[in-house]
């Protein structure tokens, strides 16, 4: 059994709660049910290939941090599979075993023998996923964006989840052009719930924030600081949904986890509200 130093009596008694709620719903489901709130516990977090502020590669205490929240959706960014400097690790696949939950990697760069991007981890069957690269401006590091749907028991409609790390430069243009890119995805299908989470390295009030939120909507109206680690000042890891009128916020929380990786990560419990039937 993995030891959770730091897990919350709060988080495992919502645990318990929502095992128990899930495995009722998934044997009695009937058509009355749907028309109940959803909730759906989001994650994102940058967790620097597993090396910790301790310099120390440890992907289990990665997976506890996953694992203290209960989460049902983990966006992951900074992932190693098969890299040398990892020790060669297809981190993707550990973290799913370590966690016992579905996992869909993308790979944006090479790297020493391997690949480093994203991953998305989800407690539920991801039915079908494709990483699509982001704008290369000015030969920066290649990004990406996952987009997965994934299949809930509980929902009459898959949910589409996008996971992504934006550029770091200070030049924000790039970024500016991911949000673009962003935006052209969920616009394709615009009714359909979606959940946007990663490190975007931007703050809520700069352009790229502003793009994103025409057709995103931010799961927190002030800032919750990620970075730096140790004593947090600045957001750049986020979690937004769309579309506004079908989702509320239940709560947002930064991790109170400062040793694991040099990003925080940041909690969303999102509620979800199928169409009313006419």
């Known amino acids: ?20 709620t899930l495995c009722v719903l998934g044997l009695t489901m009937s058509p009355g049910l749907a028309d109940d709130p959803i ?14 502020v301790d310099r120390k590669i440890d992907l289990a205490r990665i997976a506890r941090v996953v694992a203290s929240v209960n989460a049902d959706i983990v966006a992951l960014q900074e992932v190693d599979q098969n890299v040398k400097r990892s020790g060669g690790v297809d981190q993707p696949a550990e973290l799913a075993k370590l966690t016992a939950m579905s996992v869909v990697f993308g790979g944006n760069i090479s790297l020493q023998d391997g690949h480093y991007g994203n991953a998305i981890l989800s407690r539920w069957p991801i039915a079908e996923h494709v990483n699509r690269l982001l704008p290369n401006l000015n030969s920066g590091e290649q990004r990406g964006v996952i987009q997965a749907y994934v299949q809930t028991p509980i929902t009459k409609t898959p949910l589409m989840i ?36 990663g490190d975007l390295n931007d703050g809520p009030d700069s352009k790229t924030l502003l793009e994103l939120k025409r057709h995103w909507t931010a ?49 969303t419990v999102l509620r979800f509200q199928e169409e009313q039937k006419q």
């Not at 030049?171 to 946007?196: C, T, W, Y």
Request: with cysteine.
């Open 162 to 197: 996008l996971a992504t790390h934006f550029d770091h430069r200070s030049d924000g243009s790039e970024r500016f052009a991911s949000a673009q890119a962003i935006n052209e995805l969920v616009m394709k299908h615009p009714q359909s719930p979606a959940i946007l989470a």
């Open 219 to 267: 799961s927190s109206e002030k800032p919750m600081p990620t970075i730096p680690v140790a004593k947090p000042t600045k957001q750049i890891d986020f979690v937004l949904f769309h579309p506004k009128e079908r989702w509320s916020v239940h709560e947002t929380t930064v991790l109170d986890e400062a040793v694991a990786s040099d990003h925080r990560a940041i909690l």
């Open 39 to 52: 909730e759906v516990r989001v994650l994102s977090y940058n967790i620097h290939h597993g090396e910790g």
């Open 1 to 20: 059994m993995m030891k959770c130093s730091f897990v919350s009596a709060k988080y495992l008694r919502v645990g318990l709660t929502r095992l128990v």
